[in-house]
């Protein structure tokens, strides 16, 4: 009986999330994992409501990430995660989560799908070193600032 409920008022949350209404949706998906407390799906989407609805986007990467954690092969719980990440306004690190999921679950047409709004990235500006390097970093910021 609790399972036909939590899942009506997930997709309630859902319809609403898709009608641009996340504080409404925040409350049915907070509800449905009242119900289900160890649901994946209904944790990340309380996440990606509350970064939608009330701004708060640590707890929100917290719990997609919590999600995530749980369930590493659904392609849905990337995509909340990186929903999360450009709300926050951080392009570089959904990006990052994005190749992370093409790389543990191959070529999934959503995936590609969500890389493909996101667009490509620059290489990296001194190429010998990694991506995630600080030079590398802020040299990308500097070269974003002058050539955008």
Not at 48 to 77: D, F, G, I, Y
Request: include cysteine; charged fraction near 30%.
């Amino acid at each position: 009986m609790t399972d036909s409920v939590a899942l009506t008022e997930f997709k309630q949350g859902v319809q609403l999330l898709r009608d641009e209404q996340p504080d409404e949706a925040l409350e049915h998906f907070r509800n449905a994992l009242e119900l289900e407390k160890q649901n994946p799906y209904f944790i990340s989407f309380v996440g990606v409501s509350l970064a939608r609805a009330e701004k708060k986007w640590t707890p929100a990467l917290k719990l997609c990430e919590m999600a995530l954690s749980m369930k590493r092969n659904e392609a849905q719980l990337y995509i909340n995660l990186v929903d999360v990440y450009m709300s926050a306004g951080r392009r570089e690190e959904a990006l990052m989560i994005l190749d992370r999921a093409q790389a543990s679950l191959g070529r999934h047409p959503r995936i590609q799908q969500e890389r493909m709004k996101l667009g490509t990235r620059r290489p990296s500006p001194v190429s010998f070193l990694r991506r995630e390097n600080v030079l590398n970093r802020y040299l990308g910021i500097l070269r974003q600032r002058i050539f955008a």
